[in-house]
């Protein structure tokens, strides 16, 4: 195994591959890199991203190319409240990784427009056909604040026998912070059964406690 690829970084793309790899989407192990979080922080709000503003960045969310879409929306998450509006929007995409992007993103930057879009959220968590945004939906209600049944679903598929759901809703219960002290426990048993050289996925070990230091760090 390439020692590069037991990064957090690393592990955390291809998490978000592999759970969108289901049926109706296309994203795959293969190409990890298109799916993970915009580097800069969607907490300070830009007006220029990739030398483009919101609206012509906004409009390659309509580009036939997958990977181009899924640039435009990272971007969109990069400039933060300025991009709101169209990460509202973007929730609604045909594509199940815009969707999972935009929800993840709005999760980040909070606000208004993660006010404006809970009925949307709500009804991705309910009734979307891929996995992947129906957590990165409930990611995005339970950062709006204190929700049960949002949570109680991450908590669900971080137990998951597979691989990218299991690390994927570990990063996303990690990002909650403090919001997932629920879950420590059940990330603790994960983090212990999935040790390096056990019987476990030592990738699903990594992600539980990497989960695990970023909830309890913030609730110091």
């Known amino acids: 195994m ?20 289901t049926p109706g989407d296309r994203v795959t192990a293969q190409t990890p890199t298109t799916v993970s979080q915009p580097a800069t922080s969607p907490s300070i709000a830009r007006e220029i991203v990739a030398g483009r503003g919101v609206d012509e960045t906004a409009a390659h969310l309509s580009d036939e190319n997958r990977t181009a879409r899924l ?14 509006t169209e990460l509202v929007e973007a929730v609604k995409h045909e594509d ?7 929800a993840v993103g709005l999760g980040q930057i909070g606000g208004e427009s993660l006010q404006d879009c809970q009925p949307s959220l709500r009804e991705l968590m309910r009734s979307d056909p891929s996995l992947a945004v129906r957590m990165a939906a409930a ?6 604040g204190g929700d049960d049944d949002a949570l109680a679903l991450l908590v669900e598929r971080v ?39 056990g019987r476990g996925d030592y990738h699903i070990g990594g992600a539980a406690q990497k989960a695990l230091r970023q909830i309890q760090a913030e609730a110091r």
């Open 2 to 21: 390439n020692r590069n690829l037991r990064s957090p970084r690393v592990i955390a793309a291809l998490a978000i591959a592999y759970v969108l790899a």
């Open 71 to 84: 640039r435009a929306v990272r971007s969109l998450v990069a400039f933060g409240a300025p991009a709101g």
């Open 96 to 102: 199940a990784a815009v969707r999972y992007i935009a």
């Open 139 to 144: 990611f995005a209600i339970c950062s709006e």
């Open 159 to 197: 137990q998951s026998p597979s691989r990218g759901c299991a690390c994927s809703a570990a990063e996303l219960l990690g990002m909650l912070g403090p919001e997932a002290n629920s879950a420590i426990d059940i990330l603790t048993n994960i983090a212990a059964k999935n040790r390096p050289g």
